[in-house]
């Protein structure tokens, strides 16, 4: 998740919710400000250990650009 690299560690406790290493229990997710993930991962979480669905959250923030961007061309027929 390279994209979000621009975030200063500094100010905001951030975790990242991807690959093998990723949280196996909400505890270990609790203290962070923001959770970063992929569609894909939270998929698979929800297929599985279910942590991201079991957090009770503030807010909640979607981004599709990356996501538009690549279907777009597909959708369109091209």
Same mark, same amino acid.
């Given at each position: 998740m390279p994209h979000?690299?621009?975030l200063r560690?500094?100010?905001l406790k951030v975790a990242l919710f991807h690959g093998d290493s990723r949280a196996k229990t909400t505890e270990a997710l609790v203290d962070h400000d923001v959770v970063l993930t992929t569609y894909r991962t939270l998929v698979f979480d929800?297929? @599985?250990?279910?942590v991201l669905q079991a957090m009770e959250w503030f807010?909640?923030?979607l981004d599709e @650009?990356?996501?538009n961007?690549?279907?777009t061309p597909k959708?369109? @027929?091209y």
């Open positions: 979000w690299r621009h560690l500094d100010t929800w297929k @599985g250990r279910r807010r909640v923030v @650009g990356k996501l961007s690549s279907l959708m369109a @027929g």
